[in-house]
C-alpha cells in the first residue's frame, strides 16, 4: 500500500480533467458508497441522496480541472460538493415545503413542520462548508491528510496507523495538532 491512499484519487482526477469517461467511472466505484452515505446523513432521504450523488459526479465531471491537491485531499474536496449539491436539495425542499404551507391555516402549519433545516441554517450550514475547506488548506499536507482521512473515512487512530503505515503516536499527535489548528482558524469565522 502506497504512503499516500489518495494518489489514485488525485490521478483519476487528473485524468478526468482531460475528459477521461473511465476513470469517472472508476472514481465513481472507489468513492460512490462514502459520498452517498454522505449526502443521505444530510438530505435523510434514499431518492434525494441519490439525486445529490449524481449531481455532485457532474460536478467532479466538470469541475475536475479546478482541484488544487495543494488545498485539500480528493475526498475532502468531493465531500464539499456533495454537502453543497445536498445543501440546495434541502433548501429547495425546505422551500418546496413553504409554498405548500402557505396555503395551510396557521393553526395548523405547526402540526405539520418537518424536521428539515431553515435556510437560514443551511446557509449558515454552507458557510461552515467554506470555512472548514478554507481552513484545511492552511494546515501541514500531513496533518490535513489525516484528519480527512479519521473524519471523511470515519478510520479510528489504530485504522490510521495502520493505513499509513505510522506510529500510532505520531497519528494521534497530527490529529490533535490539525484539530486544535482547525479550532483556531474556526473560531475567526464564528
Known amino acids: 500500500m502506497s504512503l499516500n491512499p489518495d494518489s489514485e484519487l488525485m490521478n483519476l482526477l487528473d485524468r478526468i480533467a482531460a475528459q477521461d ?6 472514481l465513481y466505484e472507489r468513492t460512490s458508497s462514502q459520498l452517498f452515505g454522505l449526502a443521505l446523513r444530510i438530505v435523510r432521504n434514499r431518492d ?8 455532485s459526479f457532474l460536478s467532479i465531471w466538470r469541475g475536475a480541472g479546478n482541484y488544487r491537491a495543494s ?24 422551500t418546496d415545503r413553504a409554498d405548500l404551507m402557505n396555503d395551510i391555516d396557521d393553526e395548523a402549519a405547526p402540526a405539520l413542520e418537518g424536521d428539515a433545516p431553515n435556510p437560514m441554517d443551511a446557509a449558515d450550514a454552507s458557510q461552515q462548508a467554506f470555512a472548514l475547506h478554507h481552513c484545511l488548506g ?14 471523511l473515512r470515519d478510520l479510528s487512530h489504530g485504522e490510521l496507523s495502520e493505513q499509513l503505515k505510522l506510529p500510532l503516536g505520531t497519528v494521534k499527535t497530527w490529529i490533535r495538532r490539525g484539530l486544535e489548528q482547525l479550532r483556531g482558524c474556526m473560531s475567526r469565522y464564528a
Open 21 to 26: 469517461d473511465s476513470a469517472l467511472r472508476k
Open 48 to 55: 434525494a441522496a441519490e439525486d445529490v450523488l449524481q449531481e
Open 138 to 151: 492552511k494546515l501541514d499536507n500531513k496533518q490535513r491528510e489525516v484528519v480527512s482521512l479519521a473524519y
Open 71 to 94: 488545498l485539500s485531499p480528493p475526498m475532502a474536496w468531493m465531500g464539499l460538493i456533495v454537502r453543497s449539491r445536498a445543501l440546495d436539495a434541502l433548501r429547495k425542499r425546505t
